[in-house]
Each structure stands twice: as C-alpha cells, then as structure tokens.
C-alpha cells in the first residue's frame, strides 16, 4: 500500500474550516480528494459520510433537513450526486454560521453550476484539488514554490536541473499512475473513461448520445494546447454547435478540461472570445490520443508538454497564490504568449518550449506582450534545459525542472 503523500492545499482547506461554516473540495475524480480528506489530522472528529453509499444517498433525499441533523461538523463526499443537499445545508448554516460547519467533496465544479453556487453565496470557500503537481510526487513541499518567488518578488531560482523526462508527462499526474500504484496505466485509463461517462458524465445530465461524447472527447485531446473553434469541432464530430457546446460545458464542470481565456485590456471582453483548451490531466489525455498517433504528430508532443507546464502551474498557484488568475495573450495571430499570470498588479509572461536550446525567434512574443505593457513586465521562457539564463532584456530563460520546484 502506497504512504500517503502530503498535499500542497491541504493546509489551506484547514484554515478555511476554521473560518467558515462550508469549505467545498472539489475536483476531478480520482485525484485524490477524499484521501485527503480522510488523512487530516483536523478532520479526524468529524462524522465522514459519503453519498457513493446508496443507503445514504436515500437518507439524504428521502429527508435533506433531517439527514444534517445528524451531527456536525460534517463531511459528505461525492456530493454532485445529490446537489439539492446544498439547499438544506444553506437553510442549516443561515440558523447557525459558526465556522467548520460542513466541509463537501464532490467531482463537479459546484462554481459554473449557477444555482448551486447561488445558494451558498457568502457561506463557502471554494478549493480545487489538482492531480499531483510534480513538488507534490518528489515530496518536496516544504520549500515555497520557485514560480512564487519569480511572480511575486522578481527571485530568480538557482540550482542545478535535469531535463523532464518524456515518460513522466505520459504518466500525468493522476494518484494511481504517477505514485506507480498500478502496472499498466493503460487499464487503468481504460476503466477511468467508462467511469467516467458512464456514471459520473449521468449523473450530471442526461446524455443522449454516450458515442458522440466519447468521439468528442478524443477529439478534444488531438486539439490540447489549441484555441477552441467550436464550429470546426462541430463538423468534425458530425454534430451540431449546441450540443458539442453542451458537452464541453459538462467537460468542463467534471473538471477534464479547462478553458483558458484570452488576456486583454478591456477584461469583459475576455468573455466573449475564443479560449486556449487544456486537458486536467496529460496522462489522460496521452491515453485518449494513443502513444501512436503523439509519435507520428510532433505537434501534439510540444501541446502535451504545454499541458504538463500548465496543469503544475494550476497546482501551484491554487495552494499558494490563490487570487492569481492566467490567461493566454494573442494579437490578430502575429503574436502569442502561452500563459499571462496576473497577481493584483503583478503580471509575468511564460513562453513555455518544448526543446533543450531557445532561439531568438522563441522571445518574439514575449518581447510583443512585453512592449504592449506601460509598466516594466517580467518574461520567463519555460524550456526542457538545464541553464537558467538572462535570454534578452527582463527575458529569462529557466528549466522546466527549476520552474515547477
């Protein structure tokens, strides 16, 4: 059996308990959620109850007022399977809203779902549990993370570093692959999709047409890294805009996929225009595309790597810089940067690179974001080297391996 591995937000959700009557833990299934749950130590006194136990979800709907009264402060995992609790948990809160009331866990993003949001308004804290970031795999927490010093005080990193190999961005970041829980990853990703789409994509919404979301969902994944063109993903699945924007909006709140937004000045505009796509997980992702066709398509190698930065990023930046919001940075097609971290007014550009050298041609974006800015703004370009190095004027380039420690 696999030690526990110590999780970067595990602290956070703790502080959170002791300041608010709901904390919600959410998050794609299987990254670990209820394991955390269940091995902190501030948590041992609560009453643990799981709606994944039938008897219980009866209980819970048979008579949701009555089901809480049953002695808090209380967990419910898997709480997407009956998300009309959460009313019965905000008339319980407003009679009492003592802190370390509730603590939920469940594998949808109760935050995109309007309603449900709605009605714990002022009453949770929201946290997302990310598959493990690297730091979290090597047990090495301990240390603030390097991307924080970079953003937040301009601290470049020293330190020796080794190329990432290509394997690990196979395995992704997923408990049972990364931890070497299982022998064959592939079983593993096999049993995960019909999972799922067959229970948790059901108990959702009602889809109509499980072949069309599985197609949809391996075309996703040839398209990582990509900006969205919904029309164009329409035709290629043979299906309508409606219901292939349905479908990844159900993506998106089972928390497989991720819609980053443009960076622009006007922030309301953001809305409205076409986001980048990436995969929560690129160990998933690899599996939906085959080994095969990432071989044949060198493309899709530089979009999974891009994937692997990003995914890390969010483990990150969720635990220890939670405000800071990213966005992708695109003019008219003449130039991009791969990721803009804001953090109130600090803002740092990342190139990130697949190869082990950069090119002049590689800081072209940078540089464009860079002179696009009234105030002096930090470029870092993310490659799979081992030097950090000044690569232009506030341009730096740091290892990959460096950047994520």
């Known amino acids: 059996m696999t030690t526990y591995q110590k999780r970067e937000i595990a602290s956070s959700i703790v502080s959170a308990v002791e300041s608010m009557p709901v904390v919600v833990l959410s998050g794609m299934r299987q990254t670990g959620k209820s394991t955390l749950i ?21 209980a819970a709907k048979r008579d949701p007022d009555s089901f809480l009264d049953q002695g808090a402060p209380l967990i419910i995992d898997e709480v997407q399977r009956f998300p009309e609790i959460l009313l019965a948990i905000k008339r319980n809160v407003d009679h009492s809203r003592r802190p370390g009331r509730f603590l939920l866990s469940g594998s949808a993003n109760f935050l995109i779902l309007k309603k449900v949001a709605d009605s714990l308004a002022g009453r949770a804290v929201y946290f997302t549990l990310y598959p493990f970031s690297r730091r979290e795999t090597l047990s090495s927490t301990r240390a603030v993370p390097a991307v924080i010093k970079i953003l937040n005080d301009d601290i470049l990193p020293r330190g020796d570093a080794k190329p990432i190999v290509w394997s690990e961005i196979l395995r992704g970041g997923m408990p049972s692959i990364c931890l070497r829980e299982v022998k064959d990853p592939r079983i593993w990703f096999k049993g995960y999709e019909q999972t799922y789409l067959e229970r948790d994509i059901r108990s959702l919404s009602e889809v109509g047409d499980l072949v069309l979301f599985r197609n949809l969902l391996r075309m996703v994944a040839l398209r990582n890294g990509q900006v969205l063109n919904l029309s164009d993903l329409a035709r290629d ?22 819609r980053l937004a443009p960076y622009l000045n006007n922030p309301t505009t953001r809305l409205i225009k076409a986001p980048k796509i990436y995969f929560a997980d690129t160990g998933l992702a690899a599996y939906l595309v085959g080994e095969k066709t990432i071989g044949e398509h060198p493309l899709l190698k530089g979009a999974l790597w891009e994937n692997y930065i990003f995914q890390n990023l969010q483990a990150i930046l969720v635990s220890h810089c939670p405000e800071a919001k990213y966005y992708y940075w695109n003019i008219q097609g003449r130039h991009e940067v791969d990721l803009v971290i804001e953090n109130g007014d600090r803002v740092m550009a990342v190139e990130i690179k697949f190869g082990s050298r950069i090119a002049d ?45």
């Not at 269940?38 to 009866?58: A, I, Q, R, V």
């Not at 299906?239 to 996929?257: A, P, W």
């Not at 703004?377 to 000044?390: A, H, P, Q, R």
Request: proline share 2%; charged share 25%; hydrophobic share 40%.
């Open 361 to 405: 041609s590689d800081l072209t974006g940078l540089k464009a974001f860079q002179a696009s800015r009234k105030t002096k703004t930090l470029g870092c370009i993310v490659y799979n080297g081992s030097e950090i190095f000044k690569a232009a004027e506030n341009i730096w380039a740091v290892p990959a391996d460096v950047f994520l420690a």
């Open 237 to 258: 699945v043979k299906s309508n805009h409606t219901k292939v924007s349905r479908y990844l909006d159900l993506m998106e709140i089972s928390f497989v996929l991720y």
């Open 38 to 58: 269940k091995n902190l130590p501030e948590l041992k006194g609560w009453n643990y109850l799981t709606f994944d136990d039938l008897n219980t979800l009866e």
